[in-house]
């Protein structure tokens, strides 16, 4: 049997999806950008001794996952859901590699879960599943990663809310060559996140600010959505600055409370509004970390990427263009 293998990318949201109920379904609708220099590749043939998950380092070397981490037995989990799913007895070995910095701590496991899913299906011969993108986004999205499900796709991507697992789905917004937008990233922390967002999800309902946030959300959706559609970079990026730091408040106020950023991430916050009022359009995105996500149109983002290696607290940089979805390299 000839191992399968297949590239997912990762992805920025404009909306965060931040917050699930207790079937792990997302509390609000998200909407973000593929990224085509985040991409992980993930191969995987069936056995008939055991399941088994390999991270390739940049080193060359291999890291195993175990059940023992919140993030192997997600994965582990997974690949019981889609054996089930597919009706078959054999387990399936993993080797997966990203092409970014996995220790960039740069949220890989979109794309990784993206990929994993999808390498799985394929190996335990669901075509079918495979081509419909939307049955699959819902399967990738029971991995537990959500933002995973909107790596489905390329370009700009939706994840629905859903009060059930079957209406909580992906769908392509405009594929990747509708808007030559750019997405630099400035690494400011090398380091993964200490806390998993699994655990951000559950414990966002501690905080007294996440209705403000859900009653803001159908009105900021809609303005993301318009934003995509007309190419409106000013109206994408203030409501995705406004979006971030509604996520930032809720991880705050949450008990325990979960601080992301340091003193880098707020100097680029500052960078970015000072290089904007400069003439210079840009405007920042953090996820459950502190490293910041530059958003620029095409033209601009060499100007970017100069201006973001002056800041000293600037480890690594990576521009990225909206990417392709899923694809299969061999099967
Ligand atoms: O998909 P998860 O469970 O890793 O959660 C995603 C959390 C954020 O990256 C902070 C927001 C998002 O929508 O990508």
Not at 29 to 34: A, D, F, L, R, V
Not at 80 to 96: H, M, N, T
Not at 252 to 269: K, Q, R
Request: one cysteine or more.
């Amino acid at each position: 049997m000839k191992p399968v293998r297949v590239t997912a990318p990762a992805n920025i949201a404009f909306i965060k999806y931040w917050g699930n109920t207790d079937d792990n379904l997302p509390l609000n609708p998200s909407i973000s950008m593929t990224l085509d220099k985040c991409i992980s590749t993930t191969t995987a043939l069936l056995n008939h001794e055991k399941d088994s998950i390999n991270l390739k380092s940049s080193d060359g070397s291999y890291n195993k996952l175990s059940t023992a981490d919140i993030k192997g037995k997600k994965a582990f989990e997974h690949l019981e859901r889609i054996r089930i799913l597919a009706g078959r007895k054999e387990y399936v070995s993993i080797e997966s590699e990203n092409s970014f910095p996995s220790n960039a701590g740069i949220a890989s496991s979109a794309s990784g879960f993206a990929a994993l899913t999808a390498a799985a299906v394929l190996a335990y011969g669901m075509h079918d599943l495979f081509e419909d993108k939307k049955e699959l986004s819902k399967l990738v999205r029971q991995s537990g990663s959500g933002s995973a499900a909107r790596s489905v796709y390329g370009g700009f991507v939706e994840l629905t809310s859903g009060k059930t697992t079957d209406d909580s789905y992906a769908l392509q917004l405009a594929d990747d060559n509708h808007w030559e937008l750019c997405d630099v990233i400035a690494v400011v922390n090398h380091g993964s996140k200490k806390t998993p967002s699994s655990e951000g999800h559950r414990s966002a309902h501690s905080s007294p600010y996440l209705n403000t946030r859900l009653d803001e959300m159908k009105k900021r959706v809609d303005l993301v959505r318009e934003a995509i559609s007309e190419k409106d970079l000013e109206k994408l990026g203030l409501a995705t600055e406004q979006d971030t730091i509604s996520m930032h408040a809720i991880m705050m106020t949450s008990v325990p409370p979960l601080y992301y950023f340091e003193p880098g991430t707020i100097e680029i916050i500052k960078s970015v509004i000072e290089w904007r009022e400069e003439g210079l359009e840009s405007y920042f995105s953090i996820d459950a970390g502190a490293n910041v996500h530059v958003i620029c149109e095409r033209k601009n983002a060499d100007k970017i990427h100069q201006k973001v290696s002056q800041i000293g607290s600037v480890h690594s940089i990576i521009t990225n263009k909206p990417a392709q979805g899923i694809s299969i390299l061999s099967r």
